[in-house]
């Protein structure tokens, strides 16, 4: 079981940037999968970003250039937001699961195992 532990989440204005990270702990596999959601009141959980340990990366349509996922070598993973908008507002979860990532199909609840506590993204108008 990996645990997970998200922290960087905060409030900015529109145009403004964060940066998430999420601190991984536990056996990973070669073959993982890491990935960022997110989830604004009312509506279901959304995959953000994910990335394996193949290197492979992809992303929501509504973050793609505004939006970047990296990992370091102790599988913690990253999240640089950039040009935020109010519909970016949510919290964001970090997952993981021990296989590589589902690419060509938007990202699936049911391809992560684990979950961190979530951490609260704000944007203001």
């Known amino acids: 079981q990996v645990h997970l532990r998200e922290s960087g989440g905060g409030s900015v204005q529109a145009g403004g940037s964060l940066r998430l990270s999420c601190a991984a702990s536990g056996h990973f596999f070669s073959e993982y999968c890491l990935g960022w959601w997110r989830q604004a009141p009312g509506k279901e959980r959304e995959g953000v970003a994910q990335?394996?340990?193949?290197?492979?990366v992809s992303y929501a349509d509504s973050v793609k250039g505004r939006f970047t996922i990296s990992q370091d070598n102790a599988k913690n993973v990253y999240l640089q937001m950039n040009s935020l908008n109010p519909e970016d507002t949510g919290i964001y979860y970090c997952?993981?699961?021990?296989?590589?990532?589902?690419?060509?199909?938007?990202?699936?609840?049911?391809?992560?195992?684990?979950w961190g506590q979530g951490t609260q993204v704000t944007v203001y108008p």
């Open positions: 997952a993981a699961d021990a296989q590589e990532c589902v690419f060509g199909i938007p990202m699936q609840t049911r391809h992560f195992g684990d």
């Open positions: 990335i394996d340990g193949g290197g492979g």
